[in-house]
């Protein structure tokens, strides 16, 4: 009973360095969103996606780029980390037919 | 847009008193409202949500939450904490049908005094 499965963890890069943060879900969610959450700010959208081959930005999406091929995967990828990238990412999926979000355990990051 | 706003980003309580964590929404038809629970290090767990049926919601662990459209509120309660509560609290709000595009509140940490 995996849920929505984030890899990794935790993560430091330097400045100017790419990563991809992975996420997947195995309960057939057509919705897929990428949220960072940051002290005092709560969570912010990055991206989201409604379905394989569709996505669309948040209220945060500079610096980041995201696609979605298949239903179980979302990956968020940073192409020139900068130090305000330094957060915790959260990936979540829901289903069209239900309301309710289902949050992966996190991604800690630090930008140098 | 919509934004949310929970009133106090700390709150205190002694444990066996009434919770209470305050949240106001901007929106212009009725909306699709969620409190959220996290325990350090750890993701965010759905503790109940509102979906324009009954205006009392009752959530997981104990705890409700009223919505009142002409307040614009979503406040959450429990009527007697437990140690186990401490944890921050985020209200949400949906941009549209789903829960894809949620607004967060910037949060609450609850803290129970023994």
């Known amino acids: 009973n995996a849920g929505v499965t984030q890899t990794p963890k935790f993560q430091v890069l330097k400045t100017g360095q790419s990563m991809t943060l992975q996420c997947a879900q195995d309960m057939n969610h057509e919705y897929m969103s990428w949220y960072r959450q940051d002290p005092g700010m709560g969570l912010r959208l990055i991206h989201y996606?409604?379905?394989?081959?569709?996505?669309d930005q948040g209220e945060v999406p500079n610096g980041y780029n995201v696609s979605r091929s298949t239903t179980e995967d979302f990956p968020l990828r940073l192409l020139s980390a900068a130090p305000s990238q330094t957060s915790v990412y959260f990936c979540a999926s829901s289903s069209r037919m239900n309301t309710e979000a289902f949050f992966g355990q996190g991604t800690r990051l630090t930008v140098v | 847009a919509q934004s949310v706003t929970q009133l106090g980003s700390h709150v205190s309580v002694s444990e066996g008193a009434l919770v209470l964590l305050r949240c106001n929404y901007s929106?212009?038809?009725?909306?699709?409202l969620f409190w959220y629970v996290q325990y350090p290090n750890q993701g965010l767990q759905l503790l109940l949500k509102y979906t324009s049926a009954a205006t009392l919601v009752k959530g997981i662990n104990g705890f409700e939450a009223e919505f009142k459209k002409s307040e614009t509120s979503f406040h959450l309660t429990k009527p007697s904490a437990h140690m186990s509560d401490a944890a921050e609290y985020f209200c949400?709000?949906?941009?549209?049908?789903?829960?894809?595009?949620?607004?967060f509140g910037q949060g609450t940490r609850l803290t129970i005094n023994p």
């Open positions: 929106s212009s038809v009725p909306p699709y």
């Open positions: 996606s409604v379905g394989a081959g569709i996505t």
């Open positions: 949400a709000v949906s941009e549209g049908q789903g829960a894809q595009k949620l607004v």
